[in-house]
Protein backbone atom coordinates (compact mmCIF):
# COMPACT_ATOMS: atom_id res chain seq x y z
CA UNK A 1 0.00 0.00 0.00
CA UNK A 2 1.22 3.36 -1.26
CA UNK A 3 1.43 6.33 1.59
CA UNK A 4 0.37 9.67 0.51
CA UNK A 5 2.88 12.81 0.87
CA UNK A 6 3.13 16.09 0.38
CA UNK A 7 5.99 18.55 -0.13
CA UNK A 8 5.94 21.94 1.66
CA UNK A 9 8.54 24.29 0.10
CA UNK A 10 8.62 22.03 -3.62
CA UNK A 11 10.56 24.89 -5.42
CA UNK A 12 13.75 24.61 -3.70
CA UNK A 13 16.86 22.76 -3.99
CA UNK A 14 15.89 20.42 -1.29
CA UNK A 15 12.23 20.33 -2.55
CA UNK A 16 13.27 19.65 -5.99
CA UNK A 17 15.34 16.62 -4.58
CA UNK A 18 12.78 15.48 -2.94
CA UNK A 19 10.76 15.26 -6.00
CA UNK A 20 13.02 13.05 -7.81
CA UNK A 21 13.70 11.12 -4.92
CA UNK A 22 10.14 10.01 -3.79
CA UNK A 23 8.88 9.97 -7.90
CA UNK A 24 11.55 6.66 -7.61
CA UNK A 25 9.99 5.01 -4.33
CA UNK A 26 7.66 2.56 -5.10
CA UNK A 27 5.23 3.31 -2.23
CA UNK A 28 4.69 6.88 -2.51
CA UNK A 29 2.13 8.87 -4.15
CA UNK A 30 3.15 12.84 -3.83
CA UNK A 31 -0.28 13.83 -3.82
CA UNK A 32 0.59 17.40 -2.47
CA UNK A 33 2.94 20.56 -3.12
CA UNK A 34 3.15 23.96 -1.83
CA UNK A 35 5.62 27.01 -2.14
CA UNK A 36 4.96 30.88 -2.15
CA UNK A 37 2.81 31.47 -5.42
CA UNK A 38 1.88 34.72 -6.95
CA UNK A 39 -0.71 32.25 -8.84
CA UNK A 40 -0.85 28.33 -8.89
CA UNK A 41 1.36 26.23 -11.39
CA UNK A 42 1.91 22.75 -12.84
CA UNK A 43 5.08 21.77 -11.57
CA UNK A 44 6.02 20.10 -14.42
CA UNK A 45 5.83 24.16 -16.07
CA UNK A 46 7.79 25.26 -13.53
CA UNK A 47 10.38 21.99 -13.34
CA UNK A 48 10.26 20.37 -17.27
CA UNK A 49 11.80 17.16 -16.26
CA UNK A 50 8.97 15.95 -14.66
CA UNK A 51 6.47 16.95 -17.51
CA UNK A 52 4.51 13.60 -17.90
CA UNK A 53 5.27 12.04 -14.97
CA UNK A 54 4.49 14.37 -12.34
CA UNK A 55 1.73 16.91 -13.14
CA UNK A 56 0.24 18.00 -10.19
CA UNK A 57 0.02 21.74 -9.22
CA UNK A 58 1.96 23.62 -6.67
CA UNK A 59 0.20 26.12 -4.72
CA UNK A 60 0.32 28.58 -1.95
CA UNK A 61 -0.06 26.46 1.75
CA UNK A 62 -3.13 25.35 2.83
CA UNK A 63 -3.47 23.18 6.15
CA UNK A 64 -6.92 21.96 5.08
CA UNK A 65 -6.18 20.45 1.68
CA UNK A 66 -2.78 19.54 2.81
CA UNK A 67 -4.27 17.40 5.23
CA UNK A 68 -7.18 15.64 3.46
CA UNK A 69 -4.31 14.71 0.60
CA UNK A 70 -1.88 13.30 2.65
CA UNK A 71 -0.23 11.12 5.36
CA UNK A 72 3.28 12.52 5.48
CA UNK A 73 5.25 15.64 5.04
CA UNK A 74 8.58 16.99 4.48
CA UNK A 75 8.58 21.02 5.02
CA UNK A 76 11.62 22.19 3.11
CA UNK A 77 11.55 25.27 4.04
CA UNK A 78 13.74 28.14 4.70
CA UNK A 79 14.56 28.68 8.92
CA UNK A 80 12.31 29.75 10.83
CA UNK A 81 9.23 29.31 8.64
CA UNK A 82 8.52 25.73 9.94
CA UNK A 83 6.86 26.96 13.39
CA UNK A 84 3.90 28.44 11.59
CA UNK A 85 3.30 24.80 9.71
CA UNK A 86 4.33 21.99 11.62
CA UNK A 87 1.97 22.81 14.37
CA UNK A 88 -0.82 22.82 12.16
CA UNK A 89 -0.07 19.38 10.13
CA UNK A 90 1.07 17.60 14.08
CA UNK A 91 -2.42 19.39 15.33
CA UNK A 92 -4.10 17.22 12.18
CA UNK A 93 -2.65 14.35 12.95
CA UNK A 94 0.06 14.23 9.91
CA UNK A 95 3.34 12.40 10.56
CA UNK A 96 6.24 15.53 9.76
CA UNK A 97 9.87 15.31 8.61
CA UNK A 98 11.09 18.83 8.77
CA UNK A 99 14.22 19.71 6.95
CA UNK A 100 14.95 23.15 8.24
CA UNK A 101 16.37 23.72 11.96
CA UNK A 102 13.25 25.16 13.86
CA UNK A 103 13.31 21.82 15.69
CA UNK A 104 17.04 20.79 16.07
CA UNK A 105 18.07 22.63 18.89
CA UNK A 106 16.46 21.16 21.88
CA UNK A 107 17.56 24.22 23.92
CA UNK A 108 15.09 27.05 22.76
CA UNK A 109 16.87 30.21 24.05
CA UNK A 110 19.77 28.70 21.59
CA UNK A 111 17.83 28.22 18.68
CA UNK A 112 16.72 32.21 19.39
CA UNK A 113 19.93 33.31 20.14
CA UNK A 114 21.33 31.81 16.58
CA UNK A 115 17.92 32.40 14.33
CA UNK A 116 17.13 35.55 15.88
CA UNK A 117 13.66 34.81 16.02
CA UNK A 118 11.34 33.67 19.27
CA UNK A 119 10.87 29.74 18.95
CA UNK A 120 7.09 29.96 19.24
CA UNK A 121 6.50 25.71 19.06
CA UNK A 122 8.04 24.41 22.50
CA UNK A 123 5.60 21.74 22.81
CA UNK A 124 6.66 19.83 19.51
CA UNK A 125 9.96 21.23 19.93
CA UNK A 126 9.93 18.54 23.09
CA UNK A 127 8.63 15.67 20.78
CA UNK A 128 10.62 16.09 17.52
CA UNK A 129 13.10 13.64 16.92
CA UNK A 130 16.48 13.99 15.77
CA UNK A 131 16.52 11.97 12.86
CA UNK A 132 20.03 10.69 12.07
CA UNK A 133 19.18 7.35 11.19
CA UNK A 134 22.50 6.18 11.78
CA UNK A 135 22.51 7.05 15.48
CA UNK A 136 18.60 6.73 16.24
CA UNK A 137 16.99 4.58 14.37
CA UNK A 138 15.25 2.84 17.47
CA UNK A 139 13.69 6.25 17.95
CA UNK A 140 12.81 7.03 14.27
CA UNK A 141 10.51 4.20 14.28
CA UNK A 142 8.42 5.67 16.20
CA UNK A 143 8.67 9.10 15.85
CA UNK A 144 5.77 10.81 13.92
CA UNK A 145 8.17 14.13 14.10
CA UNK A 146 11.53 14.40 13.14
CA UNK A 147 13.90 16.99 12.78
CA UNK A 148 15.87 16.42 9.93
CA UNK A 149 19.95 16.42 10.67
CA UNK A 150 21.74 20.11 8.23
CA UNK A 151 24.26 19.29 6.13
CA UNK A 152 27.37 20.08 7.88
CA UNK A 153 26.44 18.46 11.09
CA UNK A 154 25.53 14.89 9.26
CA UNK A 155 28.97 14.33 7.93
CA UNK A 156 30.73 15.44 11.55
CA UNK A 157 28.64 13.38 13.43
CA UNK A 158 29.08 10.42 11.17
CA UNK A 159 32.82 10.81 11.16
CA UNK A 160 33.07 11.47 15.02
CA UNK A 161 30.31 8.68 16.27
CA UNK A 162 32.31 5.70 15.93
CA UNK A 163 35.12 7.35 18.78
CA UNK A 164 32.77 9.23 21.07
CA UNK A 165 32.79 6.61 23.66
CA UNK A 166 36.56 6.04 22.91
CA UNK A 167 38.88 7.13 25.97
CA UNK A 168 41.63 6.71 22.86
CA UNK A 169 40.80 10.52 22.53
CA UNK A 170 40.25 13.80 23.45
CA UNK A 171 37.66 15.49 22.91
CA UNK A 172 38.20 19.52 24.48
CA UNK A 173 40.02 20.45 20.85
CA UNK A 174 38.20 19.42 18.20
CA UNK A 175 38.55 21.49 14.68
CA UNK A 176 36.29 20.69 12.14
CA UNK A 177 37.46 22.45 8.08
CA UNK A 178 34.75 22.04 6.55
CA UNK A 179 33.85 22.56 2.79
CA UNK A 180 30.27 22.60 0.98
CA UNK A 181 29.06 23.34 -2.90
CA UNK A 182 26.65 26.38 -3.14
CA UNK A 183 23.91 24.50 -3.01
CA UNK A 184 23.85 24.49 0.41
CA UNK A 185 23.48 28.07 0.81
CA UNK A 186 19.48 27.62 -0.68
CA UNK A 187 17.74 28.84 -3.89
CA UNK A 188 16.88 32.22 -3.69
CA UNK A 189 15.01 31.99 -6.78
CA UNK A 190 14.77 29.62 -9.96
CA UNK A 191 16.87 31.70 -11.98
CA UNK A 192 19.79 31.84 -8.86
CA UNK A 193 22.66 34.11 -9.60
CA UNK A 194 24.55 32.72 -6.59
CA UNK A 195 26.45 30.74 -9.02
CA UNK A 196 28.00 33.23 -11.00
CA UNK A 197 29.13 34.90 -7.88
CA UNK A 198 31.34 31.80 -6.20
CA UNK A 199 32.51 30.87 -9.40
CA UNK A 200 36.32 30.58 -9.72
CA UNK A 201 36.32 31.54 -6.48
CA UNK A 202 37.00 29.61 -2.51
CA UNK A 203 36.19 30.95 0.41
CA UNK A 204 35.73 30.67 4.06
CA UNK A 205 32.58 32.17 5.77
CA UNK A 206 31.03 32.90 9.23
CA UNK A 207 34.21 31.88 10.51
CA UNK A 208 33.53 29.85 13.67
CA UNK A 209 30.18 31.38 14.03
CA UNK A 210 28.29 29.14 11.64
CA UNK A 211 24.64 28.78 12.89
CA UNK A 212 25.50 24.37 12.76
CA UNK A 213 27.53 25.07 15.08
CA UNK A 214 25.38 24.56 18.35
CA UNK A 215 24.14 21.22 16.79
CA UNK A 216 27.52 19.94 16.34
CA UNK A 217 27.82 20.70 19.97
CA UNK A 218 24.65 19.74 21.28
CA UNK A 219 24.78 16.19 19.64
CA UNK A 220 28.53 15.42 19.88
CA UNK A 221 27.64 15.98 23.73
CA UNK A 222 24.81 13.76 24.00
CA UNK A 223 27.56 11.21 22.51
CA UNK A 224 29.84 11.70 24.33
CA UNK A 225 28.15 12.66 27.52
CA UNK A 226 30.31 15.68 27.94
CA UNK A 227 30.19 19.71 26.88
CA UNK A 228 31.83 20.14 23.85
CA UNK A 229 32.44 23.05 21.99
CA UNK A 230 34.17 22.14 18.31
CA UNK A 231 35.84 24.94 16.56
CA UNK A 232 33.74 24.82 12.86
CA UNK A 233 34.98 26.63 9.73
CA UNK A 234 32.72 26.44 6.89
CA UNK A 235 34.00 27.56 3.31
CA UNK A 236 32.42 27.66 0.21
CA UNK A 237 33.48 25.46 -3.22
CA UNK A 238 32.70 26.92 -6.15
CA UNK A 239 30.92 23.89 -7.38
CA UNK A 240 26.94 23.06 -6.86
CA UNK A 241 26.70 20.11 -4.35
CA UNK A 242 28.68 17.98 -1.93
CA UNK A 243 30.32 18.40 1.22
CA UNK A 244 34.03 17.01 2.37
CA UNK A 245 34.62 17.72 6.11
CA UNK A 246 38.67 17.30 7.62
CA UNK A 247 37.80 16.49 10.74
CA UNK A 248 40.86 16.81 13.73
CA UNK A 249 40.66 14.91 16.85
CA UNK A 250 43.66 14.53 19.25
CA UNK A 251 44.76 10.86 19.95
CA UNK A 252 45.85 10.02 23.70
CA UNK A 253 47.87 6.56 22.91
CA UNK A 254 50.81 7.73 20.40
CA UNK A 255 50.56 3.72 19.45
CA UNK A 256 47.45 4.06 18.09
CA UNK A 257 47.35 2.73 14.14
CA UNK A 258 45.26 3.57 11.18
CA UNK A 259 44.49 -0.11 10.53
CA UNK A 260 42.97 -0.40 14.37
CA UNK A 261 40.69 2.80 14.20
CA UNK A 262 39.35 1.34 10.28
CA UNK A 263 38.65 -1.39 11.71
CA UNK A 264 36.37 0.32 14.88
CA UNK A 265 34.81 2.23 12.13
CA UNK A 266 33.78 -0.75 10.15
CA UNK A 267 32.12 -2.58 12.71
CA UNK A 268 29.96 0.52 14.52
CA UNK A 269 28.92 1.19 10.54
CA UNK A 270 28.33 -2.45 9.98
CA UNK A 271 24.80 -2.44 9.28
CA UNK A 272 24.23 0.77 8.31
CA UNK A 273 24.02 0.73 4.34
CA UNK A 274 24.61 4.34 3.62
CA UNK A 275 27.91 4.85 5.59
CA UNK A 276 31.08 3.56 3.66
CA UNK A 277 34.60 3.48 5.58
CA UNK A 278 37.40 3.80 3.14
CA UNK A 279 40.34 1.38 2.84
CA UNK A 280 44.05 2.09 4.79
CA UNK A 281 45.34 5.08 2.39
CA UNK A 282 42.29 6.10 0.42
CA UNK A 283 40.08 8.97 1.26
CA UNK A 284 37.02 10.25 0.18
CA UNK A 285 36.39 12.67 -2.49
CA UNK A 286 32.88 15.07 -3.47
CA UNK A 287 32.06 13.10 -6.77
CA UNK A 288 32.39 9.98 -5.12
CA UNK A 289 29.00 10.65 -2.91
CA UNK A 290 27.85 13.13 -5.52
CA UNK A 291 23.99 12.39 -6.22
CA UNK A 292 23.80 9.53 -3.65
CA UNK A 293 22.73 9.02 0.51
CA UNK A 294 26.28 7.48 1.00
CA UNK A 295 28.44 9.12 3.58
CA UNK A 296 32.05 8.08 3.00
CA UNK A 297 34.32 8.71 5.85
CA UNK A 298 38.82 8.31 5.58
CA UNK A 299 40.69 7.65 8.43
CA UNK A 300 44.47 8.58 9.50
CA UNK A 301 46.18 8.77 12.27
CA UNK A 302 48.80 11.22 11.97
CA UNK A 303 51.77 12.22 14.35
CA UNK A 304 49.48 13.90 16.89
CA UNK A 305 46.17 14.06 15.72
CA UNK A 306 43.51 11.45 14.70
CA UNK A 307 42.45 12.93 10.96
CA UNK A 308 38.75 11.91 9.86
CA UNK A 309 37.94 12.88 6.15
CA UNK A 310 34.14 12.87 5.46
CA UNK A 311 31.89 13.52 2.44
CA UNK A 312 28.64 13.33 1.77
CA UNK A 313 25.83 15.25 -1.08
CA UNK A 314 24.49 17.82 1.09
CA UNK A 315 20.94 17.69 -0.75
CA UNK A 316 20.96 14.34 -0.56
CA UNK A 317 22.51 12.44 2.38
CA UNK A 318 22.39 16.44 3.81
CA UNK A 319 19.37 16.91 3.61
CA UNK A 320 16.60 15.70 0.78
CA UNK A 321 17.47 11.68 0.86
CA UNK A 322 18.44 11.44 4.34
CA UNK A 323 14.74 12.91 5.27
CA UNK A 324 13.51 10.23 2.87
CA UNK A 325 15.46 7.28 4.59
CA UNK A 326 13.92 8.50 7.92
CA UNK A 327 10.27 8.04 6.11
CA UNK A 328 11.16 4.73 5.27
CA UNK A 329 12.27 3.42 9.32
CA UNK A 330 8.93 5.31 10.40
CA UNK A 331 6.69 3.50 8.01
CA UNK A 332 8.20 0.05 8.25
CA UNK A 333 10.01 0.09 4.47
CA UNK A 334 13.26 -0.84 3.70
CA UNK A 335 15.72 1.55 4.67
CA UNK A 336 17.45 1.53 1.21
CA UNK A 337 13.96 2.26 -0.52
CA UNK A 338 13.71 4.75 -3.25
CA UNK A 339 17.59 5.63 -2.33
CA UNK A 340 19.25 2.47 -4.06
Known amino acids: MKIKVGIIGALGHAGEELIKILLKHPYVNINYLADRLSKPQVISGIFPEFKGILDIICDNFDAKEALRLCDLFFLALPHTASLNIAPLLLKGKGKVIDLSADYRL ?7 AWYKVKHTDKENLKKAVYGLPEL ?3 KIKKADFIANPGCYPTAALLALAPIAKKSLFR ?3 IIIDAKSGYSGAGRKSLDDPFRQEVKDDFKAYK ?3 HQHSPEINQELSVLTGKKINVTFVPHLLPIERGILETIY ?3 KDKKLKSAGVIKLYKDFYKDKPFVRIKKE ?10 GTNFCDIGIKVGRENLIIISAIDNLVKGASGQAVQNMNLMCGFKEIEGLL
Open 106 to 112: KAHKSYE
Open 136 to 138: YTA
Open 171 to 173: FDN
Open 207 to 209: VDN
Open 249 to 251: VQA
Open 281 to 290: GEFPRIKDVS
